[in-house]
């Protein structure tokens, strides 16, 4: 049975919360209340309609690549509107669990395009993201793998059958050896794939 | 992923708190360069890191369900997705692509730190 994540439910009752005062008022009263927050947002209505379509997408069966990217695509056209350009930076290497977006609209202030950015991801990506995520633990890909063992063994540091999971990878080293790892797989992902615009780990 | 101010303070209107007060409860950003936070949450410990080549977060203790999370501003403008772990999270960049601005929670619904290094 399908159950409703808690984010997703925060953000409907929300939507009745705000929605609801209105809805009661009686003649007489004055002109509606508007939100409290101010500044470009995505309608609740769109949210409500994103959310939605990735329930129907996940009933359908298996989310797979396929279905990520039109989550993905989705977002973009959800943020089109507020003229916030998407980078899709292709799949994260360290884990093969997600794709790299970046946002950017330099006429807006960073409070408002993380909402914004949150709101289109919520109505679209989440629910399909986590999907996605079940069945499929983390990995690196195979070349990132390799180029991070062998940096490890250029510092002394042998890992013999080093598990692909960057998490399971993590914690088969004690953590003082943690940074050291960071920076291995740091250095290998940006020589891998010199287009990323930024490493994240695990 | 996310969850940025507004939606805070709608998760705030929700559980009928005010507002205001989880803006006035918001640590403040360090000074202009890297900086290093405790947040101490429901008995739990996070650690919050911010440089202009780093940021990371960790939860160092106690038995919460909250994951470490970190988003970050590049130079260039663009903002990354939220990153979470239920331990340790790191995001990195390079010097030529720094982070300007990077965020840090201890929960999905949750006001970030924020620090400008």
């Known amino acids: 049975m399908w159950r409703m994540p808690a984010r997703t439910l925060g953000v409907l009752t929300s939507v009745l919360l705000l929605l609801g005062p209105a809805a009661c008022r009686s003649e007489g009263e004055g002109p509606p209340v508007p939100p409290s927050s101010a500044g470009p947002r995505v309608s609740e209505d769109e949210i409500a309609a994103g959310i939605e379509w990735q329930r129907q997408l996940i009933a359908k069966g298996t989310v797979g690549k396929t279905e990520f990217e039109s989550a993905a695509a989705r977002v973009q056209a959800c943020l089109t509107p507020f003229q916030v350009e998407v980078r899709n930076e292709g799949w994260d290497p360290v884990e093969q669990q997600k794709i790299l977006l970046l946002f950017r609209n330099l006429a807006m202030d960073q409070d408002t395009l993380g909402r914004l950015t949150d709101q289109c991801q919520i109505a679209y990506l989440e629910q399909v993201a986590d999907a996605y995520k079940r069945g499929r633990p983390p990995r690196m890909t195979t070349k990132l793998h390799a180029a991070v063992v062998e940096c490890l063994r250029r510092r002394d540091i042998a890992v013999d059958n080093a598990p692909i999971d960057p998490f399971a990878f993590q914690q088969a080293l004690p953590e003082a050896q943690w940074h050291t790892l960071s920076s291995c797989v740091d250095e290998s992902a940006k020589e891998l794939y010199p287009n990323l615009s930024l490493v994240k780990f695990p | ?117």
């Not at chain 2, 996310?2 to 803006?23: D, E, F, H, N």
């Not at chain 2, 409860?25 to 080549?53: D, E, L, N």
Request: with cysteine; glycine share 6%; hydrophobic share 35%.
């Open chain 2, 1 to 117: 992923m996310q969850i940025s101010k507004r939606k805070s303070v709608r998760v705030a209107l929700a559980t009928g708190m005010a507002a205001i007060a989880t803006v006035a409860m918001t640590p403040q950003p360090a000074s202009a360069a890297a900086a290093s936070y405790t947040k101490t949450r429901s008995g739990c410990t996070y650690k919050y890191y911010s440089s202009s080549t780093l940021a990371w977060s960790q939860k160092v203790s106690g038995g919460c369900s909250g994951h470490a999370w970190v988003r970050a501003t590049l130079a260039s403008g663009f903002l990354t997705g939220w990153y979470d772990s239920t331990g340790y999270i790191e995001i990195s960049a390079s010097s030529s692509n720094r982070i300007v601005e990077s965020q840090h929670k201890s929960q999905a619904d949750e006001t970030p730190w924020v620090h400008r290094p």
